[in-house]
């Protein structure tokens, strides 16, 4: 599970669920004239609102959270993210008719005119699960909300193919070898010490060597919002998604885009590099 594609959207749906337990244990009712003394009942103390605002709120905001963090499960074919928006806006949409009828039908017996009203813990659930549906509606929409909840940490030094060559002879930095003459082996390109121009090779000009085409050197990498990333063979559907807060590593520059490596070995090509962060 990684904490670290978590968006800030996510932290809107986290808040609002710590919102709505912390209301579960605030009253449910509010009747006028009753002494300061008298115990109301919480959240806790009906079935219903428990059931339907309470537990589906927090289930709601639980199943989006970790879909989020585990795109690859799935239910009946949905990802958790979608059961979760059905949830937050069942438990809002739950909190709503409470707040109308808190007493839920009971008023209506006998003289109602004097029927309680919603409590506090009540009216603040309400408040939570609308945060709570529309933070986890607003996320896929609004770009502010897409951005990484925690900051990306310092990216490790990309050793599996950044590695220099061992020092030796032909590499730069290689110490010379002394020769027979007791100075410095020639190097590739000289001749030996004493040796006649043209001996045991041919007399012609020695020719320039070509400078090496540039070669690509990877880097790490973080995406600002989440970027499916493709199979290198061209398919057309995803096979992972880069999420922000992460670091990635980009291998090589393909035809179709920036070649990267996830953190569980998969390679694929990131067809849109616009607005990365390198390492």
């Given at each position: 599970?990684?904490?670290?594609?978590?968006?800030?959207?996510?932290?809107?749906?986290?808040?609002?669920?710590?919102?709505?337990?912390?209301?579960?244990?605030?009253?449910?009712?509010?009747?006028?004239?009753?002494?300061?003394?008298?115990?109301?009942?919480?959240?806790?103390?009906?079935?219903?609102?428990?059931?339907?605002?309470?537990?589906?709120?927090?289930?709601?905001?639980?199943?989006?959270?970790?879909?989020?963090?585990?795109?690859?499960?799935?239910?009946?074919?949905?990802?958790?993210?979608?059961?979760?928006?059905?949830?937050?806006?069942?438990?809002?949409?739950?909190?709503?008719?409470?707040?109308?009828?808190?007493?839920?039908?009971?008023?209506?017996?006998?003289?109602?005119?004097?029927?309680?009203?919603?409590?506090?813990?009540?009216?603040?659930?309400?408040?939570?699960?609308?945060?709570?549906?529309?933070?986890?509606?607003?996320?896929?929409?609004?770009?502010?909300?897409?951005?990484?909840?925690?900051?990306?940490?310092?990216?490790?030094?990309?050793?599996?193919?950044?590695?220099?060559?061992?020092?030796?002879?032909?590499?730069?930095?290689?110490?010379?070898?002394?020769?027979?003459?007791?100075?410095?082996?020639?190097?590739?390109?000289?001749?030996?010490?004493?040796?006649?121009?043209?001996?045991?090779?041919?007399?012609?000009?020695?020719?320039?060597?070509?400078?090496?085409?540039?070669?690509?050197?990877?880097?790490?990498?973080?995406?600002?919002?989440?970027?499916?990333?493709?199979?290198?063979?061209?398919?057309?559907?995803?096979?992972?998604?880069?999420?922000?807060?992460?670091?990635?590593?980009?291998?090589?520059?393909?035809?179709?885009?920036?070649?990267?490596?996830?953190?569980?070995?998969?390679?694929?090509?990131?067809?849109?590099?616009?607005?990365?962060?390198r390492g």
């Open positions: 599970m990684n904490i670290r594609s978590l968006t800030r959207g996510d932290g809107v749906v986290i808040g609002a669920a710590v919102l709505l337990f912390v209301a579960s244990f605030l009253d449910l009712y509010s009747i006028d004239g009753i002494p300061d003394s008298y115990d109301l009942p919480s959240l806790w103390g009906s079935g219903p609102v428990l059931l339907s605002v309470v537990l589906a709120g927090i289930i709601g905001a639980a199943l989006v959270v970790v879909g989020r963090a585990m795109p690859e499960r799935k239910v009946v074919g949905l990802d958790l993210r979608q059961f979760g928006v059905a949830f937050t806006v069942f438990a809002a949409w739950s909190a709503l008719g409470n707040i109308f009828d808190p007493a839920g039908g009971y008023d209506n017996v006998g003289d109602s005119t004097n029927g309680p009203s919603a409590g506090t813990g009540l009216i603040l659930a309400l408040v939570a699960t609308l945060i709570l549906a529309g933070g986890a509606i607003a996320t896929p929409l609004v770009p502010a909300l897409q951005g990484a909840l925690l900051p990306a940490p310092k990216p490790p030094a990309p050793t599996p193919y950044g590695a220099q060559p061992p020092a030796g002879y032909g590499y730069p930095g290689a110490q010379q070898q002394p020769s027979a003459f007791g100075g410095p082996a020639p190097q590739p390109g000289q001749q030996p010490f004493g040796a006649q121009p043209g001996a045991g090779a041919g007399t012609g000009p020695v020719p320039a060597a070509q400078p090496p085409a540039p070669e690509f050197s990877p880097f790490w990498f973080a995406v600002p919002v989440p970027r499916p990333l493709y199979a290198e063979d061209g398919a057309p559907m995803p096979i992972a998604e880069l999420a922000p807060g992460t670091w990635y590593l980009a291998v090589e520059q393909g035809g179709q885009g920036l070649v990267a490596q996830t953190q569980d070995g998969r390679r694929g090509v990131l067809r849109d590099t616009s607005g990365i962060q």
